[in-house]
């Protein structure tokens, strides 16, 4: 109401403690209906659009107790390929990561 554009992540609540799919799981304040909620995509590592989908583990709708759809955008959330800085705590630890 203010003139505020809010943007906030959908959660990693899209699993169980089993490991099942969950719904519902979109908390404050990714549930406020004014709020643009984002959750993670899967891109498959592939260059098509016709085989992505939600990350499991991202949160998704309905919204508790209003029920709206969310998340409301989608953006690469998994196996993300990134700059990397020689030396670093990543790097010197983790080197199977390199790409």
């Known amino acids: 109401n203010s003139g505020l554009v809010v943007v906030c992540s959908a959660g990693n609540a899209g699993k169980d403690a089993a490991g099942n799919l969950r719904y ?4 404050v304040p990714g549930a406020e209906p004014a709020a643009i909620t984002v959750g993670a995509l899967n891109t498959r590592d592939t ?5 992505d989908a939600v990350c499991t583990y991202s949160s998704r709708g309905p919204t508790y107790p209003d029920l709206h759809s ?3 955008l989608l953006a690469p959330g998994n196996r993300i390929v990134s700059l ?16």
């Open 24 to 27: 519902g799981g979109i908390s």
């Open 47 to 51: 260059v098509f659009r016709s085989d």
């Open 84 to 99: 990397r800085a020689p030396g670093s705590y990543l790097d010197s630890n983790y080197p199977e990561f390199r790409v």
């Open 70 to 72: 969310k998340p409301d």
